[in-house]
């Protein structure tokens, strides 16, 4: 099993729904999650950091986190073209240390 | 501005030599990082440091050395004993190991030639 395992799509939505990202992970006492854009042939871009259960909310990025479910999402409102790109996971290893970041998942809007 | 800055962008590497990539930032941050990422794949960890004169290996360290006498540089040197280099190398700091998010530098794309 992958420390951190998303679905690599690719995701496809129109313009202004939803996008939906998910995320499980098996370190069951990791505290510390995040979620970075990458786009195409550049690097990792933080969007959101998230350390609680439930919601946190930026914009247009929320990040849900249920801890118990080990399980943390993210949702996009508003989809923009521009939101076109692979979503990265990450998590804090635990001792803090080193974060283990997902393989990705690809998301394209739709014009 | 703050940042991280990689060099070079784009290395070409002939069997048996060892190449060096370039990392700096000006972030005053106490922790370094170098990932690299293959296509499919998350990022894995070769290195990182959390302060001047002290680094630890990470997932992958086999093939790579690392040097931290600054501050601001953290180097990858990545050696002939590395058997498969071709990879997108991503230097990363924050301000200290623990719940910090990453400011990532741009990248150095690898080539075996």
Redesign the interface.
């Known amino acids: 099993q992958k420390e951190v395992e998303q679905n690599s799509g690719p995701l496809s939505v129109p313009e202004g729904a939803i996008a939906s990202l998910n995320c499980t992970y098996s370190d069951r006492v990791s505290q510390s999650f995040f979620w970075y854009r990458q786009y195409s042939g550049k690097s990792p871009e933080l969007i959101m950091s998230i350390y609680s259960n439930g919601d946190k909310e930026d914009g247009r990025f929320t990040a849900q986190l249920n801890k118990a479910s080990q399980y943390v999402s993210l949702l996009i409102r508003d989809s923009q073209p521009s939101d076109s790109a692979t979503y990265l996971c990450a998590v804090l290893h635990t001792g803090g240390f080193k974060t283990i970041f997902g393989a990705g998942t690809r998301l394209f809007v739709k014009a | 501005d703050g940042g991280i800055t990689q060099s070079p962008k784009y290395l070409f590497r002939k069997e048996g030599q060892n190449v060096t990539l370039s990392c700096e930032q000006n972030l005053n941050h106490d922790a370094m990082?170098w990932?690299r990422q293959d296509p499919?794949?998350?990022?894995r960890?070769i290195y990182?440091s959390?302060i001047v004169n002290d680094f630890?290996k990470?997932d992958i360290a086999e093939g790579y050395s690392v040097s931290r006498e600054k501050k601001e540089s953290f180097p990858l040197t990545v050696t002939s004993a590395q058997k498969n280099p071709t990879a997108f190398y991503?230097c990363a700091s924050s301000l200290r190991?623990?719940?910090y998010?990453?400011?990532?530098?741009?990248?150095t794309r690898l080539t075996v030639v």
């Open positions: 990082y990932y499919g794949q998350g990022l960890l990182y959390q630890q990470g991503l190991t623990g719940d998010g990453y400011t990532f530098g741009s990248g």
